[in-house]
């Protein structure tokens, strides 16, 4: 009898698909059975859910203190609501900034075109921290902003930049702005001019032509632009860290404090399988319109 | 029409300088003799050298780097694989949750891929004995793992738009299937296996979040160190480190715009 | 001049008459692109209700002449003058001026109503009368029932009526046509140009078509201007610019051609004789030489007008008849195309209809044939 090798075809499936089933999809798993697990001190600190009791029978001992807990403390919850009005708040700032940028990259000149984009995309490859750490310089009560403000005399004194609002939505938006222009300018290049000189032709001014054909064909663009910035801002946990104040709680970074300060790491899990939860359908969204642009 | 164009330029102009004059700063800072920010006390290269002499810094830069380059390749291999399943092979079986997988971790949030592959590496250990212990090892498959999905999209897109009738032509002159994925495939998607893995490369490298999750003591990568140095305050090395890394990734894009260049042009668009 | 009789019923044929006010003047309009000149110098007057076809090659400038008339381009200099109205600087959006592109240019993401209806959006004229207007234009192009349809759920006719639709729906003073049948197969071409045809002589609305397919040109057109060069070759009706070509160009642009080179002698019974420089052979036309005794011409010979036979024994080339051996013979179905191959080594080209069936066909490759023409069939180019 001949031995059938496995085609090339099952071997290219199996390599990915397996690697991210262990490392991407089984964790998730893990994290949700921890959540619903009990505190306890040691290592792992976290007590199992399948355990034997005194009698030898075996049970499942299931812990939704912690999913009750989210639910009930005002401090998570608030902590939720104020990442995703960040994040939004964030997305919005990127598109605002973004979306003039992409459109005039892509009306720009084809040979420029690669130039400018590399332009946007350059900031993206350097350092994400460092990047976070100009931000520090610039907005400093010693920094280059206050001291040119003082410098100016138009003011006397120091005006408290960093660890505000303002730096955490500076921080995000500038870190995250290649990512709004990149799906834009693709949508945007896509689009044939000769729609914008249609419009014109039947009696739309360049305004009424952009609000009509424009902005609706780049639609696609705009959502992955903005779902590429809201949904990794929600979760963000640098920028807060080093830009934010103290009131900037997001839940990121309470994530980080309960698993690495507090070592809850059952309270950890719950609160990721929660923001989880909360992204599930803009993360589904956001493949259904990059399918459809696949397409 | 000029008169819109120069509204545009606009846009363009103040884009720009939200995006390069912190750049900048960084860049004049770490010329600077002081230590403070707020005084230009004339140039000075002292904290380029005191950056070569900082051996925490440049150990965990090797390490980083080391990290990197390995977890490129591998996230290049999954990769290029999980591209070719989803752009060539149709609807297979588990087609909905093999995409769903590749494409989720572009957006996912880093703490929940840290903490989740955190937790599976503890409950490996605990059933299976491995890994032993947390630290390059566990890094590096924390990286493929997020890497494998930016590379898979770019060699999807790559092959989205390939002219499949270059290889059926090899196939009509009579290249077996695998020969022509040696000759054919591989050759005209390498840009785009290049590029999966820089972006691949240098999102390891510039990955905090994971990397502090998954990585165990004794291993600490490049951005934990810097992170741990910024809570305590700006220091000039850190200047001094990000415009040698300005430098070489501005030398290096320019390199690949090209080479780009060049290889468009021999590919012929 | 004698003059071609296949004019439309009905069509008065302004352009002969020296008191008609034209309804779009082109004066001295030049474009350039960098160093390349598109237009160069045109001038060109078309009445009202007239269906004129630009006709040129690829680069000729007619695109580029129809896209200034949409307001797409600016003149370098000239002026555009529609219905008395100089245009030169009103922009696209505000031009009684309709196009249909090429590619369509449908909106991908409205239906056919919202495309058709869009112009009339932009005017802001009352629902009722948009709806009113666009219902009826559906029914003038056949499409009632896919009012909901996207873009790409039509086939590449349907594309082309709302295409159409959409730049009649507004009732422009004159609509631009960008090579409209250009993306459609043959079968559905031909049927679609008298479509057009019957659409335009219903509205009455002056339409300018651009293409590059003389078929189409000469089918459609009340007159037509062969481009070359950014330049006016010839203007006329159909019939004139292909029984009179002015020039080479012309002669070989619009259908074949066989031309020759030659000199003009003076004697002759009526119309011009030429002296063949090329063999020795006469050509006898019957209009008057368009130069003096002794200049050099060229002589066009359309291949349908020639006959085509067995050459006797020693016969040799004379007035309009030339001798030479069948090289090629081409089968189109409803003709054949010889090509005949003279003893100085140039190819002529002669059609014959397919009267009879191929395997009755009296001349075969190789025969010694004599090729012979009337005097009406000589033309001789003045230019």
Redesign the interface.
């Known amino acids: 009898m001949r031995l059938r090798l496995p085609s090339?075809?099952t071997l290219?499936?199996a390599?990915?698909?397996l690697?991210?089933?262990?490392?991407?999809?089984?964790?998730?798993l893990?994290?949700a059975k921890?959540a619903l697990s009990e505190g306890a001190l040691g290592i792992?600190p976290y007590a199992p859910l399948l355990r034997w009791t005194d009698e030898g029978v075996l049970t499942i001992v299931l812990n939704l203190g912690n999913l009750a807990t989210l639910v009930s403390d005002s401090f998570y919850i608030e902590a939720y609501l104020r990442s995703l009005r960040v994040a939004a708040i964030s997305g919005v700032l990127c598109l605002l900034?973004?979306y003039?940028?992409a459109?005039?990259?892509a009306?720009a000149p084809e040979h420029r075109r690669?130039?400018?984009l590399?332009?946007?995309v350059?900031?993206f490859?350097?350092?994400?921290?460092?990047?976070?750490?100009?931000?520090?310089?610039?907005l400093?009560d010693?920094?280059?902003v206050n001291?040119l403000l003082l410098g100016l005399g138009l003011v006397s004194q120091p005006v408290a930049l960093l660890y505000t609002d303002f730096a955490l939505y500076a921080g995000i938006v500038?870190c995250y702005?290649p990512f709004m222009v990149l799906p834009l300018y693709a949508t945007l290049s896509k689009l044939?001019p000769?729609?914008l000189?249609?419009?014109?032709?039947?009696?739309?001014?360049?305004w009424?032509?952009f609000l009509?054909?424009t902005l609706?064909?780049s639609l696609p663009g705009i959502i992955a632009g903005f779902?590429?910035v809201f949904?990794?801002a929600?979760?963000?946990?640098?920028i807060p860290e080093?830009l934010g104040g103290p009131g900037a709680q997001l839940i990121?970074r309470v994530?980080?404090t309960e698993?690495?300060q507090n070592r809850d790491?059952p309270m950890?899990?719950a609160l990721?399988v929660v923001?989880?939860l909360l992204?599930v359908l803009p993360?589904a969204w956001?493949?259904h319109v990059?399918?459809k642009g696949?397409r | 029409m000029s008169r819109?164009?120069g509204r545009?330029?606009l846009?363009?102009g103040?884009?720009?300088a939200?995006?390069?004059?912190?750049?900048a700063?960084?860049v004049v800072?770490s010329f600077n003799d002081s230590r403070?920010?707020?005084v230009w006390s004339g140039f000075s290269f002292r904290w380029y050298v005191a950056l070569w002499n900082n051996e925490r810094l440049i150990d965990a830069a090797l390490l980083s780097l080391r990290i990197a380059a390995v977890a490129a390749t591998g996230a290049t291999?999954?990769?290029m694989?999980?591209g070719?399943?989803l752009a060539r092979?149709g609807a297979?079986r588990?087609r909905g949750l093999?995409?769903?997988?590749?494409?989720?971790?572009?957006?996912?949030?880093?703490?929940?891929?840290g903490?989740?592959?955190l937790?599976?590496f503890?409950?490996l250990a605990?059933s299976v004995g491995w890994p032993a212990e947390r630290g390059v090892t566990t890094v590096t498959?924390?990286h493929?793992?997020f890497a494998?999905a930016y590379v898979?999209v770019v060699v999807?897109?790559r092959l989205?738009d390939f002219d499949r009738s270059l290889e059926e032509a090899a196939l009509d002159l009579g290249a077996r299937?695998?020969k022509v994925f040696l000759l054919i495939t591989l050759p005209l998607i390498a840009p785009a296996l290049a590029s999966g893995w820089l972006l691949a490369f240098?999102l390891s490298?510039?990955d905090?979040?994971i990397a502090?999750?998954t990585s165990g003591p004794g291993a600490s990568t490049l951005?934990m160190v810097?992170?741990s140095a910024?809570?305590l305050g700006?220091t000039p090395e850190?200047?001094a480190?990000?415009t040698v890394?300005?430098v070489v990734?501005?030398l290096?894009?320019l390199v690949a715009?090209k080479l780009?260049r060049v290889a468009s042009a021999r590919v012929g668009g | 001049m004698q003059q071609a009789n296949i004019a439309r019923p009905g069509s008065a044929e302004p352009w002969r008459d020296p008191e008609a006010e034209p309804y779009v003047r082109i004066l001295n309009v030049t474009k350039r692109f960098g160093a390349t000149v598109a237009v160069d110098d045109v001038s060109l007057d078309i009445y009202r209700g007239e269906l004129f076809a630009l006709l040129g090659g690829s680069g000729s400038g007619k695109t580029t002449l129809l896209r200034m008339l949409?307001?797409?381009e600016r003149p370098d200099s000239g002026r555009i003058l529609l219905d008395g109205q100089d245009v030169a600087d009103v922009?696209?959006?505000?031009?009684p001026?309709?196009?249909m592109?090429q590619?369509y240019?449908l909106?991908?993401?409205m239906t056919v109503e919202q495309n058709i209806a869009?112009?009339l959006k932009?005017?802001g004229l009352p629902r009722a009368e948009i709806r009113d207007r666009v219902a009826a234009m559906l029914d003038l192009v056949q499409l009632k029932g896919f009012e909901k349809r996207r873009p790409h759920e039509l086939s590449g006719g349907q594309r082309q009526r709302v295409a159409l639709a959409?730049?009649l729906v507004?009732q422009p003073k004159l609509l631009l046509l960008d090579e409209p049948l250009g993306a459609l197969d043959k079968n559905l071409r031909e049927q679609t140009q008298f479509e057009l045809v019957s659409i335009q002589e219903k509205l009455g609305i002056t339409f300018i078509m651009v293409t590059h397919d003389q078929e189409e040109a000469m089918t459609m057109a009340t007159r037509l201007a062969v481009m070359n060069h950014g330049y006016l070759a010839q203007v006329g009706t159909p019939a004139e610019v292909y029984e009179y070509p002015q020039s080479r160009f012309v002669a070989e642009f619009l259908g074949t051609a066989n031309v020759f080179e030659g000199l003009i002698r003076a004697e002759g019974p009526t119309g011009a004789l030429i002296e063949s420089t090329e063999f020795d052979a006469f050509f006898q036309s019957d209009t008057d030489p368009p130069k003096p005794e002794g200049a050099r011409v060229f002589v066009a010979v359309r291949p349908e007008k020639m006959r085509i036979r067995r050459a006797e024994a020693g016969e040799m080339a004379g007035t309009n008849r030339l001798i030479g051996t069948v090289r090629d013979i081409a089968y189109y179905g409803d003709f054949f195309m010889f090509v005949v191959e003279l003893p100085e080594g140039k190819s002529i080209r002669v059609s014959r209809p397919n009267l009879a069936r191929l395997t009755e066909l009296p001349i075969t490759w190789d025969d010694r044939v004599a090729v012979e023409w009337e005097p009406f069939a000589t033309v001789v180019l003045p230019e």
Do not use: C
């Open positions: 090339g075809r290219v499936l390599l990915p698909f690697w991210l089933g262990l490392f991407f999809l089984a964790p998730f893990i994290v921890i792992p900034i973004g003039p940028m459109y005039a990259i009306r690669n130039l400018l590399m332009l946007v350059l900031p490859w350097t350092s994400f921290l460092l990047r976070v750490m100009a931000w520090i310089g610039l400093a010693n920094g280059v001291n500038y702005l044939d000769v729609l000189e249609a419009a014109a032709d039947l009696g739309a001014r360049p009424r032509a009509t054909v609706p064909l779902m590429l949904i990794p929600v979760g963000e946990f640098v080093l990121g994530l980080w698993f690495f790491w950890a899990s990721a923001l989880l992204l993360i956001f493949q990059q399918g696949a | 819109r164009l545009l330029g846009f363009l103040v884009g720009y939200f995006l390069y004059i912190p750049i700063l960084l800072l403070l920010i707020t291999v999954i990769g694989a999980a070719f399943a092979f297979f588990g093999f995409g769903a997988m590749v494409a989720a971790p572009l957006v996912m949030p880093e703490v929940i891929t903490l989740s592959l937790l599976l503890v409950a605990e498959i924390a493929i793992t494998t898979a999807q897109s989205a299937p695998w240098t490298l510039d905090l979040v502090s999750f951005p810097i992170f910024l809570r700006l850190l200047f480190l990000a890394i300005i990734v501005s290096g894009l715009l780009g | 949409a307001g797409f922009p696209p959006y505000e031009r001026v309709n196009m592109f590619s240019a909106f991908p993401h869009f112009g932009m005017d959409r730049s507004k």
